[in-house]
């Protein structure tokens, strides 16, 4: 078989089984099971493949098939444009969650903060992101040793694990110290509604990673009740939330005596990241 008639033969099945992005995701599997450059799709492409290459891209369209993201069959994606590397343990990062490591970088800039806490780490996108980009030094938790494995990985991978602490923690369990910052893209699911979701998600993401209680708000309270525990006087709290969250969790930070309260949004115009002051 050619690598054309490869790439063909994938791209027909995948559009067979109603996959939107069945060209992007044929081109990514025969890439990845060759390997070749995008450019060498086409220059190669009535090249003869030898049968193991056949072979793994025909495993990856059965896992393609059973709506398994790319980014687990490929085990890695692109955030903030840096490498991470994923396990079914990490939740797929997210172009939305870019805003919420901008608002916390324009903080950085503006106020010289140094010390970050990010809860619920996972991956370890936000955290080793803020690192590549400014000259923090963090502290990353979560519950999963599995994410913690990655997220470590990661940042060994992008270069940053010297100014990096990960813990395995229950929130605020196992954390020591005060933070300039503290981050969290908490889970923040309704619990009833983790069962419509897209099974790309419901069926292969962490659901621990996204079941936010009976309101989808647990976290949110959880974290700001303890929070002035472990902020500086004047420290930000930031987070990701849903787009239909923005009102209650301001309501939860003022609470929680925390002030000048900004709602950001992504890219569509929905409401994507909450911050604010610690009085």
Not at 36 to 61: F, G, N, S, W, Y
Not at 65 to 70: C, D, G, N, S
Not at 82 to 88: D, G, N, Q, R
Request: aromatic share 6%; charged share 30%.
């Amino acid at each position: 078989m050619t690598q054309g008639e490869l790439l063909k033969n994938i791209k027909k099945k995948l559009k067979q089984a109603d996959i939107e992005s069945s060209r992007i995701d044929s081109e990514l599997i025969v890439m990845e099971a060759v390997p070749c450059t995008r450019v060498q799709l086409i220059t190669r492409e009535d090249d003869e493949l030898p049968p193991e290459a056949v072979k793994r891209a025909e495993k990856m369209l059965e896992r393609r098939l059973l709506r398994e993201p790319m980014q687990y069959i490929l085990g890695r994606c692109e955030f903030m444009a840096l490498p991470f590397e994923l396990t079914a343990d990490t939740l797929i990062p997210r172009g939305d969650t870019e805003c919420l490591v901008e608002a916390v970088l324009t903080h950085i800039n503006n106020s010289g903060a140094r010390t970050v806490l990010d809860i619920g780490t996972g991956s370890g996108a936000v955290i080793i992101s803020l690192a590549v980009m400014s000259d923090i030094s963090g502290t990353a938790v979560d519950i999963s040793e599995g994410a913690l494995v990655q997220a470590q990985k990661n940042a060994v991978l992008n270069g940053v694990s010297e100014r990096i602490k990960f813990l395995k923690s229950d929130l605020f369990s196992a954390v020591e110290g005060r933070f300039d910052i503290i981050v969290s893209n908490p889970p923040y699911i309704r619990t009833d509604v983790i069962p419509t979701l897209d099974g790309q998600v419901k069926d292969y993401e962490p659901v621990a990673a996204l079941d936010g209680g009976e309101d989808g708000l647990d976290f949110y309270r959880r974290i700001a009740r303890s929070a002035p525990l472990y902020l500086e006087s004047g420290g930000l709290i930031a987070f990701e939330i849903g787009f239909d969250q923005a009102d209650e969790v301001r309501k939860i930070l003022e609470n929680e005596n925390f002030y000048g309260i900004i709602i950001g949004k992504d890219l569509a115009g929905l409401d994507r990241t909450v911050i604010a002051r610690l009085k």
